[in-house]
């Protein structure tokens, strides 16, 4: 369920699966970047104790990968413009005749 909880409207901040700046040159579409923890051993320990977990659990959590995901503010504009403006024209009846029909399938 922590996957439908909105960290933004919630928490004041976004998903530690989101990222808030782009990881590519091109930062007008969504990427994403592979991240892994290499804590040291004082820090396994810290935080095997802290969390009551063994420190083997620690290294195994810390070794898999983490993709942070970036979404553009622009692109996701544009995502959502879009798919509002195709459902707007979709409902509209005089829209609908310069609409294609899709083939019978």
Known sequence: ???LRSHLVHEYSISTLLSSFSHS???SLPDHM????DPGPHQV????DELGATEAAIKS??????RQLHFPFGYLR???????EGAFNAWNP????ELSRPPTW
């Not at 320990?45 to 095997?48: E, F, K, Q």
């Not at 959590?61 to 983490?66: H, Y």
């Not at 544009?78 to 509002?84: E, G, R």
């Open 61 to 66: 959590w810390c070794s898999s990968p983490i």
């Open 94 to 97: 005089e829209k609908q005749r």
């Open 45 to 48: 320990a810290d935080l095997s």
């Open 34 to 37: 592979n991240i892994t923890l």
């Open 25 to 27: 040159d091109d930062g």
């Open 78 to 84: 544009n995502v959502a413009s879009s798919s509002a």
């Open 1 to 3: 369920m922590t996957d």
